[in-house]
């Protein structure tokens, strides 16, 4: 998925790059960057603030996530019932293309 227009990507993008600047062992697991960036932390915690993050577009985030884990794991895994759940989910999708982009395009120099 390479979309910069999908919903919320520069805030996505904005927080891969403020994870980014403090970290000094991005050259030694250059690989495991999205890991590192979207898998080991929440990107939101709360039902509330989920909610209320995925506004109206919520039905089109869970087709996103249907779409990504069939195409990518041949199943659905993701409890959709869990707004946090869903939220966390999709950044990690997004994150993803973020961090493809980042490595290809705008990558600074890493030390």
């Known amino acids: 998925m390479t979309n910069s227009n999908a919903y919320k990507y520069e805030e996505i993008k904005e927080h891969f790059e403020d994870f980014i600047k403090d970290q000094d062992w991005i050259k030694e697991n250059f690989d495991d960057l999205h890991h ?22 919520v039905f089109e985030i869970i087709n996103i996530i ?43 120099e890493v030390a």
């Open 66 to 108: 249907k779409e990504y884990e069939n195409d990518n794991f041949g199943e659905v895994n993701t409890d959709f019932s869990d707004p946090e759940k869903v939220v966390n989910m999709y950044t990690y999708i997004i994150g993803e293309d973020v961090v493809n982009n980042w490595k290809t395009f705008d990558k600074k």
């Open 36 to 57: 590192h960036a979207f898998n080991n932390d929440y990107y939101i915690i709360g039902t509330y603030q989920a909610k209320k993050w995925l506004g109206d577009e």
